[in-house]
Every structure is written in C-alpha cells, then in structure tokens.
C-alpha cells in the first residue's frame, strides 16, 4: 500500500517561490508513475506535472518554464519547485501514484494513490 505525504504549503507574494515535496512510503521507485495536481474551489481538479517510470517529464502549459517536477530515489521523495508563483496557482496541490508505465497530466483517475493534499495560496 503506497502512502504519499505532501508538505511546504503556505502563502506567498506573487513572484515568490515554494517548494512541495510528497513522501512516499511503501513505494518502490521504479515501479510507480508519479504526479502532481491541483484543485482550486469550484474547478475541477487539473495535472500540473508528472514523472512516468523511466523519467519522462511532462507540465501543463500553464507551468511550463516556472514549475519544477524531482524526485530524490534514495529518500523516496517526490518535489514540485515552483517558481514566479501567481495568483492563478492558488489551489490545494495533491501527489498521486500510479503503478503503470506512462504517466498523465488530463486524468486523474489515471492514479490509484492520493494524497492529502498542501494548500497553497498565491496573493497579488
């Protein structure tokens, strides 16, 4: 049973940076596609980046150049940089798992592992 843990929410200025992070926990590396998402009130919930099993990388447009998608192996942790934040990025940011190969931004039901869930709130 994989768990995911998601941390390093919190407010920032627009312009500013934060860095998510998902711990993983009954997890082997190689076995799992992961991604992040998000889902502000009243949208449905939208990928903003993943990671497919040989590392393949893939971001919504809307991200493309500002977020950062990692992983670090060995301590089984899963990032998201983001950077030059915007109002628009307001949203709770999820991590999923998935055990097949490829990995998908458009749908979440792709992922049978979610976690809680960070908020992060982006003011003008």
């Known amino acids: 049973q994989v768990q995911l843990v998601e941390s390093g929410g919190g407010s920032v200025q627009a312009g500013g940076s934060l860095r998510l992070s998902c711990a993983a926990s009954?997890?082997?590396?190689?076995?799992?596609?992961m991604g992040w998402f998000r889902q502000a009130p009243g949208k449905e919930r939208e990928g903003v980046a993943c990671?497919?099993?040989?590392?393949?990388?893939r971001y919504a447009d809307s991200v493309k150049g500002r977020f950062t998608i990692s992983q670090d192996s060995a301590q089984n942790i899963l990032y998201l940089q983001m950077n030059s934040l915007k109002p628009e990025d307001t949203a709770m940011y999820y991590c999923?798992?998935?055990?097949?190969?490829?990995?998908?931004?458009?749908?979440?039901?792709?992922?049978?592992?979610w976690g809680r869930g960070t908020q992060v709130t982006v003011s003008s």
């Open positions: 999923a798992a998935s055990g097949r190969f490829d990995c998908s931004l458009g749908s979440p039901e792709f992922y049978n592992n």
């Open positions: 009954g997890y082997t590396y190689s076995r799992y596609s």
């Open positions: 990671i497919d099993r040989v590392r393949s990388i």
